[in-house]
């Protein structure tokens, strides 16, 4: 029953800790003039009668308001006493360090999910696979701060300064942040310090991790040899298009363009030297043949600085200039490196962070007081 309750607590606190900004719509609706509002007057005046003979709100439906605005009251008081009470209760030490039950419950909560799409749901068996899990992620987390500490890993205190603006504006007002701060037993100064050992880990990690990883290029060369006729870059067809707004006059429209196509001729074949009107924009675009097949087609026989003529596809008129035209070809090494690498790099990644796991916990002095977590 205890290691029920304790995952209860880890939603409950879920929800308090992670607060969320949400925006509502809301609609008025006009006043119609004129003779449909004289028309509607005499309902409106039989509405405010109805209105003024409806009795005041009872005492009695005022004493039930406030009785449940007091339970609401002791609701949240009783919530922020269980967090007061999660960020007491020590779980682990590491290197003399505690990690409270509130630390627990905040990675548990990140993990729990995975586990909530199984087939077997969070049954009793799973929460204690959940909290073991979670309580290993803040021991590699912690050591892993202690050794940024350690190396001498100091924050700007203006990168805190930022988080904590975007935390304040994220919540909307300086009040909504205080009792965020409150629901979550925090000061604003325990939030600095959650932002800076946020920021430590992130650091130490690329240090120790991800900067001492390095694919062996061999592999990806050996991937690219047997790869290679199937790495191929897409077409790039990019032009400079003059694209005639739909109008209703098909005739008027195709003579509007021929006579921008003289224009453009006049102007050695520079597009952007027209003075729009309102019947067409100029722009640079990227043509795909299955949203332009017309101009598409009009592309296979030109080459780049090209002009082409009128040129009618389905959602509209055209007039363009080539800018870039690459048929479809196969990657060279250099440019299918960046598709074959992360095949090894994130495996690798992944090696050296289980490796450094180990070597953090050399020598480390970890203690889990197993009876706390699950009371």
């Known amino acids: 029953m205890k290691k029920i309750w304790f995952f209860n607590m880890a939603i409950v606190l879920m929800v308090m800790i992670l607060p969320g900004c949400s925006s509502a719509l809301e609609t008025t609706e006009q006043e119609e003039q004129g003779a449909e509002a004289t028309a509607a007057a005499p309902a409106t005046v039989e509405a405010e009668t109805a209105s003024a003979e409806t009795p005041a709100t009872t005492p009695a439906v005022i004493e039930e308001e406030e009785t449940a605005s007091a339970e609401t009251a002791r609701q949240l008081e009783e919530e922020r006493a269980n967090v007061a009470k999660a960020r007491q209760l020590v779980v682990a030490r590491v290197n003399g360090r505690p990690l409270t039950m509130y630390d627990l419950i905040r990675a548990m909560n990140k993990i729990a999910p995975r586990y909530a799409k199984t087939e077997t749901g969070l049954t009793e068996e799973v929460n204690l696979l959940i909290r073991e899990e979670a309580l290993d992620r803040l021991i590699y987390e912690e050591l892993a701060i202690q050794e940024a500490v350690r190396q001498e890993i100091e924050i700007d205190p203006a990168r805190i300064d930022e988080v904590v603006v975007k935390v304040r504006e994220g919540l909307g007002s300086e009040e909504a942040f205080r009792e965020y701060l409150a629901n979550a037993a925090l000061t604003e100064e325990d939030l600095r310090e ?7 880990f992130e650091i130490i990690s690329g240090r120790e991790i991800y900067a001492k990883v390095e694919v062996d290029q061999a592999l990806v060369q050996e991937a690219y040899e047997k790869e290679k006729d199937k790495l ?16 209703d006059d098909a005739a008027a429209a195709e003579n509007k363009a021929a006579e921008v196509l003289a224009k453009i001729k006049t102007n050695n074949n520079d597009v952007w030297k027209l003075v729009l009107d309102g019947s067409f924009i100029v722009r640079t675009i990227f043509i795909k043949e ?39 070809r196969l990657m060279s090494f250099e440019e299918a490196k960046n598709v074959i690498e992360p095949r090894f790099r994130v495996p690798a990644q992944e090696a050296r962070q289980a490796e450094w796991r180990k070597e953090l916990l050399e020598g480390a002095k970890i203690e889990k007081m197993e009876e706390e977590a699950k009371d």
């Open 290 to 328: 299955e949203r332009h097949p017309a101009v598409h087609a009009a592309m296979a026989s030109m080459e780049a600085g090209q002009l082409s003529g009128v040129v009618k596809d389905k959602d509209g008129l055209h007039i363009f200039k080539i800018k870039q035209k690459e048929p479809p």
């Open 232 to 247: 191929t870059l897409p077409e790039k067809y990019l032009i400079e298009d003059v694209f005639f707004l739909p109008a």
């Open 194 to 200: 959650q932002i800076a050992r946020a920021h430590r």
